[in-house]
Each structure stands twice: as structure tokens, then as C-alpha cells.
């Protein structure tokens, strides 16, 4: 069933609605070598709000601070309308050590840069953004509670956190009656499904909404890159070596494996009649547990693009050929529990020998 920008969802356990596609601001600014200048950046907001967006996803360093400050003067004329989603933890100034991190320094200092940046009284949704395996999670977790008792903050989330980790804070902020988290946000796509192991199921099953991504896998599932592509150590096939799709071959994004996902996403496109960017982005929409991927558009041509994936209906079959070519390995104990021999002991059907030693052989 197709979907538009003003189909709002409820994010996690929260009654906050959000747009089915977030806007993601990392590409407001030209400070990291790529992205939108201002006005482009302009009728990029003004193009997704005027078709029903709410949901903008940024950090208080992306493009070092350009990107929340043209989203303050943006949003300055409707900014109740809208949802703001930042981040903090990434080092906001080289050399000083809690300028970044998760303890409550780098937070605060965080939240009161990005209030300024974004000049607003409030954010809407705060990320723990990197977790960064040395603050205790009582100090993280009474952090974020102070700030939406101070009305600074109205949800806290987390993003790139260990499942493990994140339901142990869910947990004990619920015994603690402090805020809970509302939203998870994790790299998610065809190409990188591995968040299907333990992330997304814990997200269903502790009540955050997961917000993906990278849901076009770098730039990978729109067809863009080819088997020329496969040596990293050169410059990719036209584009010069310090291009971001260089830098996506460098990084071990472009394989044989992606390339094959990407093949089948080609095919599925052609048959939809929609190009392979709305058929990857359709597929993450849709998946369970996700609330919404988020675009990163740096052009109104790309946005649109990328919007189209809210009309995009994918067939039962063309879902089971996107999912058996990107299908991974879940690993233990999933894929064991998962199996049918296991299914057939559990329910009954099958007899255990229970040997002397206290191993059973199934």
C-alpha cells in the first residue's frame, strides 16, 4: 500500500509521530567535501515539509555545526510543527577529551551547543550517538533524565550500542522511573542486515522504534557501482580518488556479495518500473521493527527520487528474492534455535537420549 510523508508513525514506546522517511541534514553544508550549499539545502527542507515531513535527523558536529545551524534558521518559522532528532559524543573540539564521549560533561555541553545551533528552546529526540564503553550507564542514563525534567529534551534514544547494552538501560530505567529510550538508530539496509540477529528483535522487544541508516548501503544498492569497482586501492571507475564513492569502494562496501544484492535490486526496479534507490529504500521501509530509514539527499533530483519509495509495492515474491540474495548467517544461538531440529525436540516431536555424563543427544 503506498504511503506519503504525512502517514505518520508512532516512534517506539512513545505517542511522538514521525514521518515514514526522515530527513537526514548530514548533507546541509559543504564543510566535509560534499553536501548541499544553503540554498540547496533550502528547497530541501522546504520540498520535504511542504509535503508533509516532520522528521529531521542530525548531530551537533555534522558538516561541524552547519548542518544544525541552517536547520535552526530553517525550522524557525514552524518549529512546534516539527521534529528534531540530534545527536551527541562525537568530539566537538580536537585536543579536549570531554568535548566528546558519553558522560555527562560531553552532554550537556552537547545539548546547550546544539540549542544554539538549532535556536530552539528544545530538541525533540537526543541520540547517544557512539557509545564508548567507559561510562557507567546510571551516569548516562540520569544524564538524559535531568535534561527532559528540564524540558531541554522530550525523548532520548540511542544509536551504534551493543544490544546487550542498551536493554540493560532500558531496563534500568524503568526500575528507576527515569525516561526511557525511545528509538534506536542503526546502519540497515539490504546489504547490511546483521542488525536482524539481535538489535531490531530487542528493539521490538523493549519498545524503541528503529530508525535505519545507510539504507541505500552507501550508495551501493542504486546501481551506481559496478565490478570495475571491486579494487579499492585505485580510483573507482569516474570519480576521482578523493570522492565519497572512492571512499565507499576503500571501505570494503563494494564486493562481489553487495554487487550480486544490488543486481537483484536492479532487476526488481525494472519490473516495478521504479529506479533500484526506491525499490532498496521500499524494502527498509517496510521491514519489521523499522519506523523509518532515514534519506540523505544532497539534490531535490535525489530527494524526489528517494521519495518515490513511498509508492513503490513490492510482490511476495520479488520481497523472498531480495531476501534469500541478501539473507545472512544469524549465528549462535539463532540460527540453531531457528532450526527445524531444534523446533522438533522443543515441541515434542522428537526423543532426547540423556547420556551419563549429562549430554543429551538430540
Known sequence: MSLTLDTYRLLGRSGLRVSPLALGAATF?????????????????????ELGGNFFDTASTYT?????????????????????????STLR????????????????????????????????LLYLNVWDFRTPVEEILRGLDDLVRQGKVLYVAISSAPAWQVSRMQTIADLRGWSPLVALEIEYSLIE?????DLI?????????????????????TGKYSREDLNPTGPVAGETASSRKSLNAALGMVTERTLAIADVVKEVASELGHTPAQVALAWTLNAPGVTAPIIGARTIAQLEDNLGALQVDLTPSQLARLGEVSAIDLGIPHGLLASDHIRAVTTGDMKIETRSCGETQL
Open 29 to 49: 553544508g559543504t564543510e566535509w567535501g560534499w553536501g548541499a550549499e544553503r540554498e540547496e539545502a533550502r528547497m530541501l527542507f522546504d520540498r520535504y515539509t
Open 64 to 88: 561541524n555545526g552547519s548542518s544544525e545551524r541552517l536547520l535552526g534558521e530553517f525550522t524557525r518559522t514552524d518549529r512546534d510543527r516539527l521534529v528534531l532528532a540530534t545527536k551527541y
Open 93 to 124: 573540539r580536537p585536543g579536549d577529551p570531554n568535548s566528546g564521549g558519553t558522560h555527562r560533561k560531553s552532554m550537556l555541553a552537547s545539548v546547550e551547543s546544539s540549542l544554539r545551533q538549532l535556536n530552539t528552546d528544545y530538541i525533540d
Open 193 to 197: 542486515r546483521t542488525g536482524e540477529r
Open 201 to 221: 528483535p530487542m528493539a521490538r522487544e523493549m519498545g524503541l522504534g528503529v530508525v535505519s541508516f545507510s539504507p541505500l548501503g552507501g550508495g551501493v544498492l
